[in-house]
């Protein structure tokens, strides 16, 4: 089992930039990926980043709407994904999940992805 807890959420302007975390503990795996999710209110579960590693290092991918304003990376060493966000925009504003799966490659389905984190919350206002 793989735990995953969220943190670096807050209210920010827009333009604003801010940092969120995520501790994974419990069982690692040598192959796999990492992602970040994002619902906001009414709507559904959306992918946002992923990361994903082998032996041969890691590759990422985002959303065309984060593309350009957000950075996922991971320390290996502290079990650790982060997911810098830049020049925020209201329309950012969502409760922003951490997830962790176990497969070879990169994946955006939410159905992908076998850990979950609760959640943290992103407010972006005008």
């Known amino acids: 089992q793989v735990q995953l807890v969220e943190s670096g959420g807050g209210l920010v302007q827009a333009g604003d930039s801010l940092r969120l975390s995520c501790a994974a503990s419990g069982s690692t795996f040598s192959r796999g990926g990492m992602g970040w999710f994002r619902q906001a209110p009414g709507k559904e579960r959306s992918f946002v980043a992923t990361i994903t590693w082998t032996w041969s290092g890691s590759t990422t991918s985002y959303a065309d709407s984060v593309k350009g304003r957000f950075t996922i990376s991971r320390d290996n060493a502290n079990n650790r994904l982060y997911l810098q966000m830049d020049n925020l925009k209201p329309e950012d504003t969502a409760i922003y999940y951490c997830?962790?799966?176990?497969?070879?490659?990169?994946?955006?389905?939410?159905?992908?992805?076998?850990?979950w984190g609760q959640g943290t919350q992103v407010t972006v206002s005008l």
């Open positions: 997830a962790a799966h176990q497969r070879y490659g990169l994946e955006t389905q939410t159905s992908r992805y076998d850990y």
